[in-house]
């Protein structure tokens, strides 16, 4: 790994489950000697990455951060587009909706909006990447990438997450094959045992994915005829997100 490599690495390990990690902890979680991960925490808060917490030594996310959040979003302004979209979605079908992009090696959530519903709702960690096999988003996104680039991401351990988790590989392909054909990807309870996922890939400039919009419902809430509507609101947004990206809007 390069030193950049290193230090996102470090910043990687930050979520929501844990917002503060001490030298000793990030050492552990990558498997590095302390006095390197001392190094690379030291390096990162001096550029105001990481902060420290005077009273027990331990690191948070720092507002150097920040700065370049909105930094991002005044000069690529994808991120409020990308949300507008995503409630949008929310008031045609009802439901929570995330979107996703492949980045450093993983699916990761880059908006979320909640449903209105009182009561029962899909929480979704946007710090906790989404498993490709395990995922509606995964397997949508690995339905508009090539062959080699599947059979790559799926050469590892595919982890079970519940009893529905799908973790043969020939069995994963026909998933995705079946998500290519249709244009999105149904998932029930393969992730969150009491969730059902609709999703549709996003494409880049060349057609091919760079992430993935989705709809999460309760099981209890997912009612006969609901796929049929949900997956035509999915594409529909997938076409506008892919645009953003580029792709004018096809969708496999």
């Not at 880059?110 to 995964?138: F, K, N």
Request: with cysteine.
């Amino acid at each position: 790994m390069s030193t950049v490599e290193k230090a996102l690495s470090v910043l990687d390990l930050f979520s929501e489950s844990q917002p503060r990690l001490g030298a000793s902890q990030i050492a552990r979680l990558l498997g590095w000697d302390k006095s390197t991960v001392q190094r690379y925490v030291n390096g990162l808060a001096a550029k105001g990455l990481l902060e420290q917490d005077t009273r027990d030594k331990s690191y948070c996310l720092g507002v150097a951060l920040t700065r370049l959040a909105m930094l991002r979003e005044r000069t690529n302004p994808i991120a409020s587009e990308v949300q507008s979209i995503l409630v949008e979605l929310v008031d045609k079908t009802g439901e929570t909706a995330h979107a996703s992009e492949f980045v450093n090696d993983a699916l990761r959530t880059t908006g979320i909006v909640e449903t209105r519903i009182r009561g029962t709702r899909v929480y979704i960690d946007a710090s906790e990447p989404l498993p490709l096999h395990a995922s509606a988003s995964g397997i949508a996104f690995l339905s508009a990438i090539d062959s080699d680039r599947v059979k790559s991401m799926l050469a590892g351990k595919l982890n079970k997450f519940t009893r529905s988790t799908e973790i043969t590989r020939s069995k994963v392909l026909a998933l995705i094959n079946e998500a290519a054909t249709r244009g999105y990807a149904k998932n029930a309870g393969t992730f969150e045992s009491d969730v059902v996922g609709v999703a549709a890939p996003v494409l880049g400039f060349d057609n091919t994915a760079v992430g993935a919009v989705a709809v999460a419902t309760p099981i209890a809430r997912f009612q006969a005829g609901h796929e049929k509507k949900v997956a035509a609101e999915v594409k529909k947004s997938a076409g506008r997100l892919s645009r953003l990206y580029g792709a004018g809007g096809v969708v496999r």
